[in-house]
């Protein structure tokens, strides 16, 4: 029977493709998944992070394997991700939990194999972590979730360093692959019966083909033609860096899809300046303008942070203000919380933790309120939605997303089984706050 392996991943959709990449490195290797991380011969804790509490939360579950490494001395446990990129966490794993056995960064992905190989071969300890590799690791065969999705790196790293943000010191600077190599893998995706896409960056605005000098836009275009390919996503948008020729692609192009997210973060000047977001409120309700201008239809999420340091009162309801002009379909709301090794972790204005909390309620129930009387307006119509999945517990309800991401909910009548990836007509029966609820056509 071949060795099992299990990974656990935290964190954003970088992450996940990460560990989809890892995965497809295992099978190679001949090991098979285990659902269950008990029964695997091999862990990989693939971290975050960005997250509040991600330190105690990440050893709190490192420190849930030692037992494992007594009662099976041959079982193997690697970690990964962001969090090892940070020299302290390193320290503190050295220190107090010396039994970790392999040790990558977000940048020695493709060195795993012959880390883990060392590590079986020699029994030592591994470890490989690059702070800034300027080559792009691009030609793994990932272990994909769904046969009718994927994720698709365009860039990786970025060079923004928002002042809250630890991405940049763990992910390293911004890297583009090339317009040819991202169409090669999504043509390869297609023809094997993917039909939608989700190109990732930290900032796709920012994608510029070393090779060509082409653009986002560019790139768009060139995926449009990809035969097969339905929908076209992406994510993350910068207020600072998103073009009138990026914008006119909701015109052109017509795979991509109606949906934007557009992280605000904030409706305040000065305190866009502090978080060193390079654009002001103007910039941002510009942008918004013109994507609704060219794509009347257009839905747009955004994230926001409550409570950055020095926030005023004044400063806060001008974010609520901005939400009401924008009216978002839906917001990623955080309570910020300082992430060591980033400048804004030792501004001296931090927000004690109560108004923190008292402003997030009022900015939640805001965006809320917004987000239901959104998709109240979807009541009635009929959309294509492709289908993503079957309820547990009811063979006549499934799941999928409009072009525009709304999650629906539907009914289809007893006898009809439908496929993961079809596109079906749906109409709208009933809207909630975050999903829809409909009938198959
Ligand atoms: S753009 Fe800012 S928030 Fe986004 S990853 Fe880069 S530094 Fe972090």
Not at 114 to 126: F, S, V, Y
Not at 334 to 351: C, L, M, V
Not at 397 to 406: A, C, L, M
């Amino acid at each position: 029977m071949a060795n099992l392996y299990h990974i656990i991943t935290y964190g954003c959709q970088m992450n996940e493709h990460d560990s989809e990449n890892i995965a497809g490195l295992l099978e190679a290797m001949g090991y098979e998944y285990a659902d269950d991380a008990y029964e695997a011969d091999i862990v990989v804790m693939n971290t975050c992070s960005i997250r509040e509490n991600a330190d105690k939360r990440f050893f709190g579950v490192l420190g849930q394997f030692k037992k494992l490494k007594k009662t099976n001395p041959d079982f193997i446990l690697c970690v990964c991700g962001c969090m090892p990129q940070q020299p302290r966490v390193i320290e503190e794993i050295k220190k107090s939990f010396a039994w970790v056995d392999v040790i990558f960064g977000t940048q020695n992905i493709k060195q795993f194999p012959e880390l883990l190989d060392a590590r079986i071969r020699t029994g030592r300890k591994q470890m490989a972590i690059i702070d800034n590799n300027p080559v792009v690791e691009e030609d793994m065969e990932p272990k994909r979730v769904f046969r009718h999705k994927a994720l698709v790196n365009i860039t990786y790293g970025c060079n923004n360093f928002c002042t809250y943000c630890i991405v940049p010191y763990t992910r390293g600077r911004e890297k583009s692959r090339t317009i040819k190599d991202v169409k090669c893998e999504v043509e390869r995706l297609c023809a094997d019966g993917v039909k939608e896409v989700m190109l990732l960056g930290q900032n796709v605005d920012s994608f510029k083909d070393a090779a060509t000098g082409g653009t986002f836009a560019d790139l768009l275009r060139e995926l449009d033609t990809v035969d097969g390919l339905e929908r076209i996503r992406f994510m993350t948008s910068h207020p600072k860096d998103i073009s009138d020729d990026m914008i006119s692609c909701y015109q052109t192009c017509s795979k991509l899809c109606h949906n934007i997210h557009l992280p605000v973060q904030c409706g305040n000047d000065r305190v866009l300046k502090r978080m060193n977001r390079h654009y002001d409120r103007a910039r941002y309700l510009d942008r918004v303008a013109k994507l609704r201008e060219v794509c009347p239809d257009i839905t747009i999420s955004t994230d926001i942070i409550v409570g950055f340091p020095g926030e005023t009162e004044e400063e806060f309801e001008d974010t609520l203000s901005l939400c009401k002009e924008v009216r978002y379909d839906s917001a990623f709301t955080f309570i910020y919380s300082p992430r060591e090794g980033t400048p804004a972790a030792r501004f001296e204005d931090q927000i004690p933790e109560e108004i923190k909390h008292a402003r997030f309620d009022r900015l939640v129930d805001c965006i809320n309120e917004i987000s239901l009387e959104k998709n109240k307006c979807y009541v009635g119509g009929t959309y294509d939605v492709l289908v993503e999945g079957i309820s547990k517990n009811d063979d006549c309800i499934y799941s999928g997303r409009t072009d525009g991401f709304k999650l629906v909910n539907f009914t289809v009548p007893e006898g009809i089984a439908l496929t993961d990836g079809t596109i079906v007509k749906v109409q709208i029966t009933d809207a909630k706050t975050f999903s829809l609820e409909g009938r198959l056509i």
